[in-house]
């Protein structure tokens, strides 16, 4: 809908030419406007205005309908559908429905008291004091309008200013991005080339380097292969005593912390059964034996270190257990052997202090820590010495010096490589970011003229009994108490008319759909919510006011003649009674 306003002066002086043009033959309740409808023929006769009937022209207004357009009687209630027109001088002439004449009612769409003439009621003419009324809020609503057209175009300047940055903005990053993009593609290409490199080597050097690795970890396999060893001595020897307790002891006494220990045991029997037997199953142990690399052989004693612990740990807890509930009375001598054995025990396993229980674990070294040198130690100097040496010369000239940390390489090729092109890459990345938020923002539509553009991000609340209601305009709308609900993102517009805007996708309602925001904007002089209703389960309402929407009156006047200035303050609201 255009949005239009005729000016006051010009809404009188219509009004006064309209009556004075009216002649003394026009019908009751027809505008003069319409004065050349309602003539007679030379013969006197008249055709009903949808062209279904001629009757005499005597026959308007006498009060028995014979136009089925109700056309004959626009000044009777006899048809009831057509309609009478109230001149209303000294304000707005309007139209009522013809079935509303002489019943009793003085209509307020007719001031001047017209609809009622049969006499049994007298209807005052108030045009006057309604004119007056009327004319003092369009003053007020026009003053409004007027302010808000004054922010209006500088939120237009706004828009525009800023839509053109935002584009130069967005020339200017797209322009550099094919920049960084190829920055990013060179350097993968150089990390991949350094990669490539790098697998070579450890390829072409995979033996010597196993050879190394092996020298390397020798002594400290030996080492965790004889805190295995012991590891393994303790388990013996927690198997023998429980399995001799569980042979040996007096079965008459019933002791039940002897039978819950041994029970346990039992337990712990059949569970390790089942892992040797998966063990057996899932690989040929010796084939594996001999395929794997020392650091494999280092994880593997370690890892079997670490599981006979448990297991110790797990009986000396059992006879434990057994210690604190046992019978002394019975003095059975499997049970007291058992205990014995704990009780030699329990200082070495609960100091942690003790090598093997506390350092169970030896670290293992990098491939290349401790070589802080470019040359083997003199001991060293055997045939593996040579082959480090060699080593590390090949690292060094191709830059992987981190297989040598300690040697005059600080950082390899790779490194160096996987740095630029993680920092290429991370320009990459924020460039298309950027580029896809002025997107968005270039892409929005903030109406024909960019008037809304100022609005973006801007929020504005409306405070009712139980809840707060929030709308960043663009973004999100929300409905806050305790806490906050989402009422929806901004979706679009509705219509052409760039008043009323949608929310939706926000928290869905229980048992029902998401909730959804549609909001209603008319010209105010500050962006305000003015009402919010929830017409619909979880569907909301606002109605809002914007500088954005009051529109130059004088331009619409000219685009659209028919509508009024409450229209342009209201837009879509209509006269009941409006034709
Ligand atoms: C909350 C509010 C209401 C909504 C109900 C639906 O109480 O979001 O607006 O009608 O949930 O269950």
Same mark, same amino acid.
């Given at each position: 809908m255009r949005i239009t306003c005729i000016p006051i002066v010009i809404t009188l002086a219509l009004s006064l030419i309209q009556a004075n043009v009216a002649t003394k033959n026009l019908p009751r309740g027809v505008a003069p406007s319409r004065a050349k409808l309602y003539t007679p023929d030379t013969k006197g006769q008249w055709t009903c205005l949808d062209g279904s009937k001629t009757i005499a022209f005597t026959a308007v207004n006498d009060d028995y309908c014979d136009c089925p357009d109700g056309s004959d009687e626009p000044g009777t209630s006899a048809c009831g559908t057509g309609y009478f027109h109230c001149s209303n001088i000294g304000h707005t &002439?309007? %139209? *009522?429905?013809?079935?509303?004449?002489? +019943?009793? $009612? @003085?209509? &307020?769409? @007719?001031?001047?008291?017209? +609809?009622?003439?049969?006499? !049994?009621? !007298? @209807? &005052?003419? $108030?045009c006057e004091q309604v004119g007056a009324a009327s004319r003092k809020e369009r003053e007020k609503l026009e003053k409004i309008h007027k302010e808000g057209n004054k922010i209006r175009k500088e939120y237009i300047a706004f828009g525009q200013t800023s839509k053109k940055r935002l584009k130069e903005q967005l020339d200017k990053l797209q322009a550099a991005s094919s920049s960084v993009k190829q920055a990013a593609a060179d350097t993968k290409a150089t990390l991949d080339a350094a990669n490539a490199k790098l697998k070579d080597y450890l390829e072409s050097t995979k033996l010597e380097r196993e050879a190394a690795r092996e020298l390397q970890l020798a002594p400290l396999i030996e080492q965790q292969t004889q805190r295995l060893d012991h590891a393994n001595k303790i388990n013996t020897l927690f198997r023998t005593t429980l399995d001799d307790l569980k042979e040996t002891h007096n079965k008459n006494f019933h002791d039940m912390a002897v039978k819950s220990t041994i029970s346990g045991y039992d337990e712990y029997l059949e569970e390790l059964k089942k892992q040797e037997e998966d063990k057996n199953n899932s690989s040929n142990k010796e084939e594996k034996e001999k395929e794997r690399s020392a650091l494999e052989r280092m994880h593997a004693v370690q890892d079997a270190t670490y599981d006979v612990k448990k297991d110790i740990g797990l009986m000396f807890q059992l006879i434990k257990e057994m210690k604190e509930k046992y019978n002394t009375e019975y003095n059975d001598e499997a049970v007291l052997k058992a205990i014995k054995v704990l009780d030699e025990f329990a200082p070495t396993w609960e100091d942690s202090s003790n090598d093997f229980v506390g350092e169970e674990f030896i670290e293992i070294p990098d491939e290349d820590a401790g070589d802080k040198k470019e040359e083997a130690k003199p001991e060293e100097k055997g045939a593996l010495g040579e082959v480090y040496n060699r080593l590390l010369k090949g690292a060094s000239r191709i830059g992987l010096g981190f297989l040598f940390k300690g040697s005059k390489v600080n950082k390899s090729e790779v490194e *160096? #490589?996987?740095? #630029? %092109?993680n920092k290429a890459s991370e320009e990459k990345r924020k460039s298309l970011e950027e580029i896809q938020k002025l997107e968005k923002k270039v892409n929005t539509d903030y109406g024909p003229d960019e008037a809304f553009a100022k609005l973006v991000d801007q929020c504005i609340e409306f405070k009712e009994i139980e809840y707060t209601y929030t709308l960043c305009l663009f973004s999100e709308a929300k409905q806050k108490s305790n806490s906050d609900t989402s009422l929806g993102t901004f979706s679009s517009w509705v219509g052409d008319n760039y008043d009323t805007q949608l929310y939706t996708g926000g928290a869905r309602c229980w048992n029902g759909p998401e909730r959804s925001v549609k909001v209603m904007m008319a010209c105010g002089t500050e962006n305000k919510i003015v009402a919010v209703s929830e017409p619909s389960k979880c569907e909301y309402l606002y109605k809002m006011e914007t500088p954005a929407l009051c529109h130059d009156l004088s331009e619409d006047a000219k685009n659209d003649s028919n509508s009024n200035l409450h229209d342009a303050v209201y837009p879509g609201k209509k006269n009941r009674d409006e034709l």
């Open positions: &002439p309007a %139209y *009522i429905k013809t079935s509303r004449l002489n +019943d009793g $009612v @003085c209509d &307020p769409e @007719c001031c001047d008291g017209s +609809d009622e003439f049969d006499g !049994h009621i !007298h @209807c &005052p003419n $108030v *160096i #490589a996987q740095e #630029a %092109y």
